[in-house]
């Protein structure tokens, strides 16, 4: 006897999409989501592909589908810890960690300003800081603060559920166990950036003015850190010169074998946010500008940019002066000659590294690379299956629906 309800792990943009592709024709859906919001990657994003749309555009579409559909039941903050059983009849056991907040939750923002003390936001990839009581954007998804009792006194945490006015401060919540019966299971756990610390010859993550392409994301959104304003790390200055440094990591047989898919695309985009906002000039250092398909338009128009140079040409290092400026070190593919050239900031396109990658895959059976392999009932989603584009992650939560409906309907 098959049962009928579809266990999503994970909130990104291909699980949503599976989860109510599949409650939309009927079906229970259990999304289960580490963070404490939906959204995964595209929520930290400023814009995303192809229309360069803010990520509450498409986000908060789905997000009112969700609220409109009981048949999706929502579990945040929480993992996968066992799963036994075969396809059509899987037990799943999860543990929920405690929110500290609970349902009557407004987000009024009282908690927040109960305390002062102020930690280095995940969020921001390191970018910003958040406080002990806190939500991590303006349209997450559940709306509801999260409070971060780790870090906190007890006299803090007396002081944010006296401050909060509706009685939402749970300082007495504590870790569950939940159990489900679920017939097919989606695992759409996404990706997490190339490990930069891992990157010695580039910085090892350790050059003041040397961010990620994500932590050039969060510099980027108007939610971020910097509201937006391209500010350099080191003295908040705003930068003349910056450089884009193409497959850190990826194509790489020391780290990532496989191209990352998105980086070239994603280093486009950012030469377009910085001129946007500034006159400052922009320099891609690159293997093989890959833009596939559509975005080959976007590449033609964004290239015409005389503030743009592309170079042809892997970086051996990045080193930085005394005033904390990167100096990159590469030689010219097309002309043979090894330069050394100083910048006021440079941005690396770490390479997409499937979430599962060296842990303990929630469901299933991941390859040498970490991305997750499709079993009997256990089908992968997104980029947990492979490095895709938003597009082609939707495209990929839908086809992961419909192989989980025919396992449940075909037992």
């Known amino acids: 006897m098959s049962n009928n309800s579809i266990l999503v792990v994970g909130g990104g943009f291909a699980g949503i999409t599976a989860a109510l592709e599949a409650a939309e024709v009927g079906y229970e859906v259990y999304i289960v989501e580490t963070n404490p919001y939906l959204g995964g990657r595209v929520a930290q994003l400023n814009q995303y592909f192809p229309k360069l749309c803010p990520p509450s555009c498409g986000l908060e579409i789905q997000f009112q589908r969700i609220k409109n559909n009981p048949n999706v039941k929502v579990i945040t903050m929480a993992d996968v810890t066992s799963v036994s059983g075969s396809a059509g009849d899987y037990d799943v056991k999860i543990t929920q960690r405690p929110r500290f907040v609970n349902e009557k939750c407004t987000a009024c923002g009282e908690c927040e300003k109960a305390t002062s003390t102020k930690v280095t936001s995940e969020f921001d990839f390191g970018t910003g800081s958040r406080g002990l009581a806190y939500k991590t954007h303006p349209f997450m998804f559940p709306m509801r603060y999260v409070v971060d009792a780790e870090n906190a006194s007890e006299t803090e945490l007396a002081a944010i559920k006296n401050a ?30 190339y490990d930069v610390s891992n990157l010695t010859n580039l910085g090892g993550g350790k050059l003041k003015n040397v961010v990620t392409n994500m932590q050039f994301e969060r510099l980027c959104a108007p939610n971020g850190p910097t509201g937006g304003k391209i500010k350099r790390p080191s003295d908040g200055a705003e930068p003349q010169k910056i450089a884009f440094v193409q497959c850190a990591g990826s194509r790489d047989q020391n780290h990532l074998n496989y191209c990352s898919y998105i980086c070239c695309m994603a280093s486009l985009k950012h030469v377009r946010y910085v001129r946007e906002r500034s006159d400052a000039a922009a320099t891609i250092y690159y293997i093989d500008l890959r833009t596939p398909g559509r975005y080959d338009k976007f590449k033609s128009i964004t290239e015409a940019d005389d503030k743009l140079s592309l170079v042809k040409g892997k970086v051996a290092a990045i080193v930085e002066d005394g005033d904390g400026n990167p100096i990159v070190t590469v030689e010219n593919a097309l002309t ?8 006021d900031m440079v941005v690396l396109a770490t390479g997409m590294q499937p979430s599962c990658a060296g842990l303990q895959v929630p469901a299933g059976a991941i390859d040498a690379d970490g991305f997750v392999i499709d079993g009997e009932g256990i089908i992968a989603a997104g980029c947990a299956k492979q490095p895709l584009d938003v597009m082609k992650t939707a495209q990929s939560g839908t086809a992961a629906a419909m192989k989980a409906i025919q396992t449940v309907v075909g037992r």
Not at 336 to 343: L, N, Q, R, S
Request: with cysteine.
């Open 164 to 193: 909060c006015p509706y009685d939402a401060v749970d300082t007495d919540d504590a870790a569950k166990t939940i159990d489900l019966a679920v017939g097919a299971i989606v695992v759409a756990t996404g990706w997490k950036p």
């Open 336 to 343: 043979g000659i090894k330069t050394e050239e100083k910048y």
